[in-house]
């Protein structure tokens, strides 16, 4: 069964604590990415990997951090110097940058 | 169609309609146009795509049209169904180059209700 997944579904956040979102696929895709989606707002890029060891900061990094250690895993950690997480974050793969993008279904991250 | 703000755009059509979304594009340099649909708390859904060297391309009971010149981009849906009922994003990318090149830019979506 291909696809996206992410975990958890949803995800609380005490002030000051490091947490760590979930993306895996096993579409194959070189390309990975990591949005935000605030209510009644489009998708902002948070940060994206085109390959393995490698990613770039997207239009909204700051208080983020990723890692791209296997080509199937691309976790997204919010920090504590974001402060103001609270938001629907979506991983997304594709097969190359600027291809079409699949979406997984998302983590709703909430503060405690 | 799209625009800036908190208040997305509404389209409200009775079942078996055909529904029109529209979407004006900022970039035209883009290159590549994507449809999302994005049921409530789940994941944005390929719809269906267009690359500027086309100006029309069909899926089952959903058409893009690009208009180029005036930077505009639609979605059609034929004898739309409750299940149709969703936020419906379009999204940019500049293939040519440049500072944006692979990224992907989303409008802030468009929320299409169907009644039965």
Redo the contacts between chains.
């Keep these: 069964d291909g696809g996206i997944t992410q975990s958890p579904k949803y995800l609380f956040r005490k002030e000051g604590q490091n947490v760590t979102l979930s993306c895996e696929q096993n579409l194959n895709h070189d390309a990975m990415y990591w949005y935000r989606q605030d209510p009644g707002q489009g998708l902002r890029l948070i940060y994206y990997s085109q390959i393995v060891n490698d990613f770039q900061k997207g239009d909204i990094a700051e208080g983020y951090s990723v890692s791209r250690e296997k080509k199937e895993s691309f976790p997204l950690t919010v920090t504590s110097a974001q402060k103001n997480p609270t938001a629907f974050y979506l991983c997304a793969s594709g097969g190359a940058v600027g291809e079409t993008q699949y979406f997984g279904p998302g983590t709703r991250l909430l503060v405690l | 169609g799209e625009s800036v703000g908190?208040?997305?755009p509404t389209l409200s059509v009775q079942e078996g309609d055909n529904s029109i979304i529209n979407c004006a594009y900022s970039n035209s340099a883009s290159d590549?146009f994507?449809w999302?649909k994005q049921e409530s708390?789940?994941?944005?859904?390929?719809i269906i795509?267009i690359r500027s060297n086309m100006d029309k391309r069909q899926g089952q009971r959903v058409t893009v049209l690009l208009n180029k010149t005036v930077k505009h981009l639609s979605l059609q849906i034929a004898a739309t169904q409750p299940g149709d009922s969703a936020v419906y994003?379009c999204?940019e990318?500049p293939?040519a180059g440049g500072t944006s090149?692979?990224?992907?830019t989303?409008?802030?979506?468009t929320i299409l209700t169907v009644h039965p």
């Design positions: 908190l208040h997305l590549y994507i999302y708390g789940k994941g944005p859904q390929f795509d994003f999204a990318n293939l090149y692979g990224k992907l989303f409008g802030q979506g």
